[in-house]
């Protein structure tokens, strides 16, 4: 019924706390966007704020998508030097944070 790709999707789901400024959320989407250059199992990044008509964000107000081409490649980034660096910058921003890994799936009829 379905089909896996080999690429794993890293997403983070953010509610950033109200005395951080959108200069500083936007520096911090520079230094999130950066990491692609620097860890090389990090194949993509793309990030988006919400723009859903069904209000169900729970307060979740950035999206973060990341591409991998594996989940060895995501433990990989996840101890990489830069990727610790970053995040100690950038957990205590947040308020919430969600995060999941998984493999995109084709249906096929």
């Known amino acids: 019924m379905a089909e896996s790709t080999g690429a794993v999707k890293h997403v983070l789901l953010a509610k950033f706390k109200d005395p951080i400024t959108s200069e500083q959320i936007d520096e911090l989407i520079k230094g999130y ?13 793309h990030w988006g704020t919400d723009v859903s008509a069904e209000n169900l964000h729970q307060g979740f107000t950035h999206v973060f998508e990341s591409t991998f081409d594996s989940v060895e490649g995501i433990a990989e980034y996840v101890a990489h030097s830069a990727h610790v660096e970053f ?14 890994d998984y493999k995109p799936t084709k249906v096929v009829l």
């Open 33 to 45: 966007a950066r990491l692609v250059d620097l860890i090389e199992p990090m194949k993509s990044f």
């Open 87 to 100: 995040a100690n910058r950038f957990i205590p921003s947040l308020e919430k944070v969600i995060v999941v």
